[in-house]
């Protein structure tokens, strides 16, 4: 089993970066592909990002390719997402999560075992 701690997010202004940090405890931490979805009031919940095992694939939901790289470390238990270029759409709660499965779809939730308290990222116009 893994927790999950999320941090970094705060507000900014469109066009700016905030980088966000997904702090994992346990020993089996490169045995989780992660993810990051966010969730805005009213909204159903949007896959962000993933990131395989070692790191060597990555992808991301369309409304964030080229501006979002999610990254990881494993030595650290961190995973990582640069947000440039910000957006007032970009605005909701962001969820790191972790999954042990081998097989499934990175983009539904429904494939996540372990999840994050989540953090709040504001963008003003």
């Known amino acids: 089993q893994v927790q999950l701690v999320e941090s970094g997010g705060g507000l900014v202004q469109a066009g700016g970066s905030l980088r966000l940090s997904c702090a994992a405890s346990?020993?089996?931490?490169?045995?989780?592909?992660m993810g990051w979805f966010r969730q805005t009031p009213g909204k159903e919940c949007e896959f962000v990002a993933f990131i395989t095992r070692g790191g060597g694939y990555t992808f991301y939901g369309d409304s964030v390719k080229g501006r979002f790289t999610i990254s990881r470390d494993n030595a650290k238990n961190t995973v990582l997402l640069q947000m440039n270029s910000l957006k007032p759409e970009d605005t909701a709660v962001y969820y790191c999560?972790?999954?042990?499965?081998?097989?499934?779809?990175?983009?539904?939730?429904?494939?996540?075992?372990?999840w994050g308290q989540g953090t709040q990222v504001t963008v003003s116009s």
């Open positions: 999560a972790a999954t042990g499965r081998n097989s499934g779809n990175y983009a539904y939730t429904a494939t996540y075992d372990y």
């Open positions: 346990g020993r089996t931490f490169s045995s989780y592909a």
